[in-house]
């Protein structure tokens, strides 16, 4: 008979026991020519339909996290003849454009289903669903951290080129800007803060103006790396989709494989070699259940608050987010600012209060500042994220509050009509740093064991980082290939 299924995830999942000494169900390694490890009786063995399907009894790489960086890493991978497992937790997104169906995607509380947070109060956004970041994505497509980079060794002049043209990335479409968006950059430029149009991964010929990115584009428009696992998947990628991926197997200081929990049980998946792209937050927890202690330190989240305003009419919410941008202040000052709001009600309960609940997303304009966070957080063996908002942070913050407020003044918006969100990050990273956790080619101590996502990334960006990290997916999966 089949246990309930919480029941037995549950279980499992707490279990502090070593997976490798159990008990191997015979009938499931015949079924799907996996090495699939059991810590319990016969009476719990379920079915495999998901895993039955797979082809190998060992991989070329086993990559862990479908999102920005793991799809991009498994199709250059797989455009080379490499054979690959993807071992994602979250599922395929089965509708788009909703904000219901895209709050689902989201690492939430159980009960309450608010969005994670640091012990410290700062929100963090994440996602659990193929495709990763890119799904919900404002779709702002910039180089960040070339320099940085170079001083370890990394040049990705070539990759960023190649993403560049397959992504299509240009300043966005100057008839598709919102009516707010617009009067945003008329208000700046009479105080002098110069709004440029924000180079996007969106095709304008197929963009409707819905302005729903970041529930996932229902037009194909706006890229996201599903369209790289599509093309994995077409050269013979396979995926383990609702699947947590624990620990690294590591025999003799080399990775071996990966276990991975899911509603089928505890699987170990063999691989020649293992590539951990669980982002930012993911990574380093399975890093540090593999023992590889030094992970989890240096995070953190590019914050970031909105300064909403409500205007007698006019909106952002007819267009795409975050079409404009101010980049001057980047270098010296470390913010930039960009025309935002949260559509959605709730979402802006979550990080304003109640003052965010009333005002209608038809009269609402916005200024995200987004900063270089100091990078003090630190994320626990336990998923649990340690992050504070520094006095540097908040000097930061506090400035690009002020010159957004002036902005929003300008456009004739009252002191009453100003409102502020909580602090909050959409970007975690840092974790297993460049020269502190992986090498130059991204390798942990451990032989075979790699790292491809926003937690190798030596400082905080600042800004979007997703083309950065596709550019690193293309540059460890030639390597991988050599
Ligand atoms: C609302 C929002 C808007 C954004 N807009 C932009 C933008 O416009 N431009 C930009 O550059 N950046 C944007 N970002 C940030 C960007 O999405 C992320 O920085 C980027 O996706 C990080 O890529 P990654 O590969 O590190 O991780 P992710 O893309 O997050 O992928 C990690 C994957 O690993 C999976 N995973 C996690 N843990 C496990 C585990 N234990 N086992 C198996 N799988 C696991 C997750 O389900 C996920 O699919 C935005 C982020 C958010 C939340």
């Not at 980079?149 to 043209?165: C, M, N, R, T």
């Not at 593999?290 to 205007?311: C, E, M, N, P, W």
Request: glycine letters at 10%; one cysteine or more; proline letters at 4%.
């Amino acid at each position: 008979m089949r246990r309930p299924f919480f029941r037995t995830f549950y279980r499992r999942l707490s279990d502090s026991q070593p997976f490798f000494d159990t008990q191997t169900s015979r009938e499931s390694l015949k079924q799907c020519k996996l090495k699939f490890l059991r810590n319990c009786s016969e009476a719990d063995v379920c079915t495999i339909s998901e895993v039955a399907n797979l082809k190998r009894d060992i991989y070329d790489v086993a990559i862990i996290g479908a999102g920005a960086s793991g799809a991009t890493l498994a199709r250059e991978l797989t455009r080379r003849g490499t054979s690959v497992v993807l071992i994602e937790a979250g599922g395929k997104p089965e509708t788009l454009g909703r904000f219901n169906a895209a709050m689902k995607w989201y690492d939430r509380s159980p009960v309450l289903s608010l969005p994670l947070r640091s012990k410290e109060g700062v929100i963090i956004w994440r996602v659990f669903v193929d495709g990763g970041g890119t799904l919900v994505s404002c779709a702002n497509g910039v180089r960040s951290l070339e320099k940085e980079l170079s001083e370890y060794g990394v040049s990705l002049d070539a990759e960023f080129l190649e993403v560049e043209q397959e992504l299509g990335i240009s300043p966005f479409d100057e008839d598709f800007l919102s009516e707010g968006s617009k009067r945003i950059r008329a208000a700046a430029e009479k105080i002098g803060i110069r709004m440029e149009r924000m180079p996007k991964f969106i095709h304008a010929r197929k963009c409707v103006r819905c302005g729903l990115c970041t529930y996932g584009c229902t037009y194909g428009a706006k890229w996201s790396s599903l369209e790289y696992l599509k093309e994995a998947v077409g050269n013979g990628a396979e995926i383990i989709n609702k699947s947590r991926a624990g620990r690294i197997v590591i025999e003799n200081g080399t990775a071996r494989g990966v276990t991975c929990t899911g509603p089928d049980g505890i699987l170990e998946i063999r691989a020649d070699r293992v590539v951990v792209a669980a982002g930012g937050i993911g990574t380093p927890v399975i890093l540090q259940q593999s023992g590889i202690q030094s992970a989890g330190k240096r995070l953190f989240l590019d914050l970031f608050v909105t300064t909403y305003g409500v205007t007698d009419g006019y909106t952002l919410a007819d267009g795409p987010p975050m079409t404009l941008v101010n980049r001057d202040y980047h270098a010296d000052r470390g913010f930039i600012l960009s025309p935002y709001i949260n559509r959605a009600r709730l979402a802006r309960l979550v990080e304003c209060g109640f003052r965010g609940f009333p005002p209608d997303e038809r009269s609402l304009v916005g200024i995200m500042t987004k900063i270089r966070d100091d990078e003090i957080g630190e994320v626990h063996p336990d998923g649990s994220v340690s992050k504070a908002v520094t006095d540097s942070d908040r000097e930061k913050l506090s400035e690009g509050i002020a010159l957004s407020k002036q902005i929003v003044r300008t456009m004739g918006v009252k002191e009453k009509d100003i409102f502020i969100s909580r602090v909050q990050g959409a970007h975690p990273g840092g974790t297993a740093a460049i020269g502190e956790v992986v090498d130059n080619n991204l390798e942990t101590e451990a032989k075979n064991l790699y790292v491809c996502d926003a937690s190798v990334l030596p400082r905080a960006p600042g800004l979007p980082p997703i083309l950065t990290l596709v550019a690193l997916a293309k540059r460890l999966g030639k390597h991988l290939s050599r």
